[in-house]
């Protein structure tokens, strides 16, 4: 299935292709991520990403991983930015509920529980970013989201098996990164009118 490796390799490029301004922006100052968020996407991004292979995901996979090395480098980034340190009691919920998927997949010997829980520690993951977002809807790139977006899609269309395990995670981040350029776009038009 030649055109499952070029999908993934379009994923591969479309994810460079977003985090290289992104990654910019974080360096320049224009984009100020929250670090804690970052750590709990690296994690489970990278977690994900090996529960994929073990799903049979192959070449669908790959974007994923390439994503979980990057986001690492985008926390580190920000740490070292110090864009948005600011760690929560609910931020360490998130990153200790990330860490339980590891003994769950362990138990069950199944990784669509780790990937069930790591979709949802992603996706409240997103709930810092979401309330900056909110209060400050020009210090996150839509285009970066948009391209995450079709990012994962892509991914969807590459997997080389379908399952829980490996279609829940890039479908949930793919709505999530919508919802997300949705409250931008509607908030940016409410302060500016």
């Known amino acids: 299935m030649f055109y499952k490796e070029v999908l993934s ?24 991520p929250h670090m804690f968020s970052w750590v709990v996407w690296a994690l489970t991004t990278v ?15 790959w974007p994923i991983g390439v994503s979980g090395c990057i986001s690492t480098t985008i926390a580190v980034l920000a740490y070292l930015k110090r864009t948005d340190i600011t760690i929560t009691r609910l931020d360490w919920v998130f990153f200790m509920v990330a860490l339980s998927s590891l003994p769950f997949w362990h138990f069950t010997a199944d990784p669509v529980w780790a990937v069930a829980i ?22 996150e790139s839509v285009v970066f989201f948009g391209m995450f977006a079709a990012r994962n899609s892509l991914v969807i269309l590459a997997l080389e098996n379908y399952s829980v395990t490996t279609v829940l995670f890039p479908a949930a981040i793919a709505a999530a990164c919508l ?4 409250l931008v776009a509607i908030r940016r038009q409410q302060l500016a009118g």
């Open 47 to 61: 977690v994900v990403f090996f529960a994929q292979l073990k799903g049979q995901g192959g070449v669908g996979a």
């Open 118 to 139: 790591l979709t949802l520690v992603d996706l409240l993951g997103f709930g810092p970013t979401i309330s900056k977002a909110y209060s400050f809807p020009y210090s």
């Open 179 to 182: 919802f997300l350029i949705l």
């Open 9 to 32: 390799a379009i994923a591969i490029a479309l994810t460079f292709t977003a985090f290289i301004p992104y990654i910019r922006g974080i360096i320049t100052g224009n984009i100020k």
